[in-house]
């Protein structure tokens, strides 16, 4: 019997949760990748435009502000079932990984977007008035002085952005995303077998717990 459940439980793993553990390693990889590259462009913009920024423009600022503060406002599993259309013509498919990046990088993008913004924010006035005095361009000055000087900032903000599409990635697979979250759905809840619940659970805090080490090491070594 002993051995029968651990061949048993030796192939739920070859069969079902190392490849829904690559599955949700590809979503979050793809997602703060893809989600941190739009963040930062969004960022710049809102940035460069608001009132104090270096092209003040307030149609602009305030279109860009409202889309992305939309965006953040919808719980993740409404924001997914919204973009389906989308998903779709992006994709080419509405289930699986491929369709599952699309609404987590919009997701991402946004709340990346305004920590980014808000972490170049409170780089120094002073500081950047007096690299204005040197002559650099404008372009310099975003680049060059407020990214540099906000990056530890920035930094600590994508590994708590990791943490939240981790969490997304989970909720993916009840819309049948696949991953670690579809595992704990399907064999797990919908069959009432708690140890697979547990052992899923286990899983993210277990990839939770890295991502935070991770982070932690590289903003020491920012600072």
Sequence with gaps: MSRFLTEYQLNFWERVLSPAFLDTIEMVAITTLFGTIFGFLIAVILLVSNKDGIRPNKYIYGVVSFLVNVIRSFPFLILMILLLPFTK????????????????????????????????????????????????????????????????????????????????????????????????????????????????????????????AIGKWVYRKMK
């Excluded at 808000?118 to 361009?137: H, P, Y």
């Excluded at 809840?189 to 708690?194: A, E, S």
């Design 89 to 212: 013509l992006v994709a080419g498919t509405s289930i699986g990984v491929r369709a599952a990046v699309v609404p987590l990088i919009v997701s991402a993008a946004a709340f990346i977007a305004k920590l980014i913004e808000n972490a170049m924010q409170e780089v120094d006035r002073g500081l950047i008035e007096a690299m204005k005095s040197f002559g650099i361009s404008e372009a310099q000055v975003v680049f060059r002085v407020m990214l540099t000087e906000a990056l530890p900032s920035i930094i600590s903000g994508i590994i708590l952005a990791m943490v939240s599409i981790l969490g997304c990635t989970a909720m993916a697979g009840a819309m049948g995303a696949g991953g670690i979250g579809s595992v704990a759905i399907t064999y797990g809840y919908q069959k009432f077998n708690y140890p697979v619940m547990g052992l899923t659970v286990a899983i993210l805090i277990i990839f939770v717990e890295i991502i935070e």
